[in-house]
Nanobody
Framework: VQLVESGGGLVQPGGSLRLSCAAS????????MSWYRQAPGKERELVAS????????NYADSVKSRFTISRDNVKNTVYLQMNSLKAEDTAVYYC?????????WGQGTQVTVSS
């Protein structure tokens, strides 16, 4: 099983990025998928999640109306569209997949918001 994040980088405040989490050996359409982030010196926190049937999404209050989680079942990939980025969104972003008792993490992708 592999979850591989991509799409991170350096962006100015107010800008946008789209993160991708490509899964192999793991079917995202059958799994609860989430994005977490961890800033330096802080604990890892949940950013957004999407249920296995895609019918339910949840967001941290700090990103509501700015971030959108979505899934492409054909590509077996989960996305995180991030708009109106702020300096406080700077962190390493991780993808997590959960199905039953099995849980998998990606290696993370760095997002830096700075002018």
């Amino acid at each position: 099983v592999q979850l591989v994040e991509s799409g991170g980088g350096l962006v100015q405040p107010g800008g946008s990025l789209r993160l991708s989490c490509a899964a192999s050996g793991f079917t995202v359409s059958l799994s609860h998928m989430s994005w977490y982030r961890q800033a330096p010196g802080k604990e890892r926190e949940l950013v957004a999640s999407i249920s296995s049937d895609g019918g339910s999404t949840n967001y941290a209050d700090s990103v509501k109306s700015r971030f959108t989680i979505s899934r492409d079942n054909v590509k077996n990939t989960v996305y995180l569209q991030m708009n109106s980025l702020k300096a406080e969104d700077t962190a390493v972003y991780y993808c997590r997949g959960r199905r039953g008792l099995s849980m998998y993490w990606g290696q993370g992708t760095q997002v830096t918001v700075s002018s």
